[in-house]
């Protein structure tokens, strides 16, 4: 394929999955109930935790960023943190409990009851994250997903957020919004006579 039709191609398809999202009530309903969570998860002094490998690790990064940095307003930051990046903390587990275990110990660690914990997998299937998952349910720590049609977590969290699509990029640029969306709506619900930057 050359480029312009491989461009054409992704454009298409990144589009189609959005189409399908914006189509999905029962979706955007949940979106909705992931951030009236977040909202009241960050009103009552918890944080919340975001947890991905891959792409999926950037995505963590990134969104625990808009939280403690801004999104779209000037307000004071908000407590998140994402678990993809003391090299030294994921080398440490790695190293001697195992990669499966890079998430869960963190949150055994530094989670607390009332906290969210979002889990981003696009297959669903990323075994430190269902791990990280379970851990958080013992410990009262609500969960939501971040995935796409496939895997387990969507079987598991307190909300589940799938992306329509069973291909990697797209579920990741659905995340994004998902994230964005989420950020969003917490800022605006949090600090009502903030104005936008
Ligand atoms: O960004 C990409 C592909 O677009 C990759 O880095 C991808 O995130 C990695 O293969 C991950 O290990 C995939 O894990 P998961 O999303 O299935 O949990
Ligand atoms: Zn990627």
Redesign the pocket.
Known sequence: MDSLNYIREHMHKTIETKQKMLADEALLQRLADAAALCVKALQNGNKVMFA???????DSQHLAAEFVSRFNYDRPGLPSMALTTDTSMLTAIGNDYGFEKLFSRQVQANGVKGDVFVG???????AN?IKAVEQAKDMGIHTIAFCGTG?KLPTLCDITLNAPSDC??Y??ETHISFGHILCGIVEEQMFPGYKPR
Do not use: D, H, L
């Open positions: 991905g490998n891959g792409g999926s690790a950037a981003i997998s696009t297959s669903g299937n990323s994250i895997g990697t990029p579920i990741q």
